[in-house]
């Protein structure tokens, strides 16, 4: 959803206040003014205190110095299977309850394709590479059976990829 935010005195990024200029010319690299000037719009981004920063720059952690490890899966699902699925891949479904066992689990996003039905991404967030395999050591087992028991949701399922960040 678009918001419209009326602007009534802006300093652009050379420290000109209010100039005649309009707004694109004044923020010639941008398409849209820059996040100080909405700092106090009610259209802000939440501040996530878990991260220490707005929930906008969760991706961005690894420019302040904080690393992640990402593990990245395609799914295919049919379409009689999407409410189950959504349920146990979603960010409180059985999967993330089973990796918020580890304090070094970051969180899921499920994230559903927007042209193509029943095409879906996970991506899981740990502290480390070695928090995840330290994870998947001890829980190996419950992780095993809890994969069994929802082959029956998916049609496809491929691992893209384990990333660091």
């Known amino acids: 959803m678009l ?26 690299r941008t398409k849209v003014l820059p ?17 220490g920063m707005p929930a906008s720059m969760r991706y961005h952690t690894h420019r302040i110095g904080l690393d ?15 409410a189950g699925f959504e349920a146990a891949y979603g960010p409180e479904g059985a999967w993330a309850k089973l990796f918020r066992t580890s304090p070094s689990y970051l969180g899921t996003e ?4 927007a042209y ?3 095409s879906y991404l996970t991506i899981d ?7 995840f395999r330290a994870f998947r050591k ?9 994969d069994r028991a929802c082959d029956s949701l998916t049609s496809r399922e491929t691992r893209i990829g384990a990333y660091t960040v």
């Open 68 to 82: 992640m490890f990402v593990v990245v899966w395609q799914f295919e699902i049919a379409e009689d299977k999407i």
């Open 3 to 28: 918001a419209h935010v009326e602007v009534t005195s802006v300093t652009d990024c050379r420290g000109v206040q209010d100039s005649n200029e309009p707004l694109f010319l004044r923020f010639p």
């Open 35 to 51: 996040p100080a000037i909405f700092r106090h719009s009610p259209h802000a981004h939440p501040f996530d205190h878990s991260l």
């Open 116 to 118: 193509i039905p029943g």
């Open 125 to 131: 967030r740990w502290a480390s590479e070695a928090d």
């Open 138 to 146: 001890q829980h190996d087992q419950d992780y095993e059976v809890l």
């Open 110 to 113: 499920l994230l559903h394709d």
